[in-house]
């Protein structure tokens, strides 16, 4: 029997046992939580590599390759992240495919892979690539080079902490850089030295850092250098020159490989000149000009997004033509797992249709028209976006009722232009303010019973709107209503706030474009 009808059956059957051991709606939660961990499915991946020579799997069973860092990472996302064991299996075969089409660092002689890996969004592509990148390392690639999407800077400081939780196992946002982390409490050796971090939470890739302190790339070296660079031309600028610096300009013989995450965007070449001019973007110049540093690189893009680049003229892969970054090696398709809530749960396909859980908003267009401009005037919010602010509180205190605390986030985005999100984040913030402070004054114990004020009254009908059939009661979900608003901040994310945003939020109301 599958495991999700055997987990139904379980459920039922303790149910008719022990009937006042717990309602209905305890054993369904229960049953719900045992079919995370284990009712997930995950399609096989699909992948185009034509003249394709294995060599991963030989080089681990003969003992070349000891898989050392995954296994530290595959202990995290067990005990720490609290991975289901088929999604986890799936991810090893994954990274173990893609390192696979990587090619081998320890091939002598001069080489280059270029390749594309495709995933959804929001579905493991950052675990997936980490645990890409910690396979590489056990297997030989001495330099990691990881660019993430340019701005805002957040994005570049939340793939730092990912990298040192997920590889380097240390704390970079500490100013000693030794605070033990994720794959640091989970050693394969008492000694083992998993990496030479090259940038920080705090600070991209700065040369004269380096300078001062004297470092230099050992080739020797048992651990691999790894730099997480935001993708704009500076911080790729100043990695190149320290590159060449450290190898007096000539080209060097250490494997490298360069993750692309987001790499449909900039990384493409878009210049397409009517007078024959062919120099190419600054960005996906400076890729070209990082990857031929070294005799032997491997570029993976990394994208949900692909089509830009599955669109770069594929015979520009020649030197002649510069060496665009054309996927020519490889392309793979990663599957989402069967619980993965992405655009096909909510709104299906062109031939079957899901309607459950949307809701038509019909008001939004008069408060924000599609055609509007910078100077846009916005008096008050649309009752469609006040409505979505107390869904949102509701379902966080839900989450709560079920002893989940991770993070909560809702985004808003009405407007490209600045100004405007500036007025709505200003409406959004007095909006949620009000609620929190109806929360903290009205729904505390001991004034338990019908609720009068105006604020709790439309909770509640929030409540029974959308959330009803969560097998979840309403009494349960106003206790937690304080825990939903307490620690949630309203933040306006764009570039001119990216500065001095608080990049470690946790919780929050995300107001953007």
Not at 237 to 245: A, D, R, T, V, Y
Not at 364 to 378: C, D, G, I, Q, W
């Amino acid at each position: 029997m599958p495991p999700r009808e055997t987990i139904e059956a379980m459920r039922t059957s303790l149910e008719m046992l022990y009937p006042k051991a717990a309602d209905g709606a305890v054993y369904r939660l229960l049953a719900g939580e045992a079919m995370k961990q284990v009712a997930v499915d995950i399609d096989p991946p699909i992948v185009l590599a034509p003249d394709f020579e294995p060599w991963f799997k030989d080089a681990v069973a003969d003992g070349r390759v000891k898989l050392e860092r995954w296994y530290s990472y595959k202990q995290f996302l067990t005990h720490v992240k609290g991975f289901a064991p088929q999604v986890l299996d799936a991810l090893d075969h994954a990274s173990r495919e893609v390192v696979d089409l990587l090619g081998d660092p320890n091939q002598q002689g001069s080489w280059k892979r270029r390749g594309l890996v495709i995933g959804d969004v929001q579905s493991g592509k950052t675990a997936t690539y980490i645990g890409i990148v910690n396979k590489a390392a056990d297997a030989g690639y001495k330099l990691v080079v990881l660019l993430t999407g340019g701005d805002p800077r957040s994005l570049r400081q939340q793939t730092q902490y990912r990298v040192d939780e997920g590889f380097l196992g240390k704390d970079s946002s500490v100013v000693k850089h030794d605070k033990i982390i994720g794959v640091g409490k989970y050693p394969t050796q008492s000694k083992f030295l998993r990496g030479q971090g090259m940038t920080t939470y705090a600070k991209d890739f700065i040369t004269a850092t380096f300078i001062g302190q004297a470092v230099n790339i050992d080739p020797n070296a048992d651990h691999p250098y790894v730099f997480v660079v935001k993708k704009n031309t500076k911080p790729l600028e100043n990695i190149i020159s320290w590159l060449e610096g450290q190898f007096d300009g000539e080209q060097f013989d250490i494997p490298m490989l360069v993750v692309d995450d987001e790499s449909d965007y900039a990384s493409v070449n878009t210049n397409y000149s009517a007078t024959g001019d062919k120099s190419p973007t600054a960005i996906n110049a400076k890729i070209r000009e990082l990857l031929k540093l070294t005799t032997r690189s491997s570029y993976m893009a990394f994208t949900a997004t692909p089509f830009a680049n599955v669109f770069i003229d594929h015979n520009s892969y020649d030197e002649a033509l510069k060496d665009d970054l054309f996927p020519h090696h490889y392309i793979f398709a990663l599957s989402s797992p069967s619980n993965y809530v992405g655009a096909k749960r909510h709104f299906g396909t062109s031939g079957e249709k899901v309607v459950t859980g949307l809701v038509d908003i019909t008001d939004a267009h008069e408060a924000f028209p599609p055609k509007h401009k910078s100077h846009l005037s916005v008096p008050a919010l649309p009752a469609s976006l006040e409505e979505a602010i107390r869904a949102f509180v509701v379902a966080s205190a839900i989450r709560l009722s079920r002893g989940d605390k991770s993070a909560r986030s809702m985004l808003v985005n009405v407007s490209r232009f600045k100004h405007v999100q500036s007025q709505v984040f200003d409406l959004v913030t007095h909006q949620f303010a009000r609620i929190k402070n109806a929360i903290e004054i009205h729904a505390q114990p001991p004034t338990w019973g019908t609720d009068t004020h105006e604020v709790l009254i439309q909770l509640a009908q929030s409540y029974e709107t959308h959330f009803a059939d969560t097998q979840t009661t309403w009494f349960a979900v106003r206790d937690k209503l304080l825990g939903a608003v307490i620690d949630t901040t309203v933040e306006l994310v764009n570039s001119s706030r990216d500065k001095t945003s608080d990049d470690k939020v946790r919780n929050m109301i995300a107001v953007g474009g």
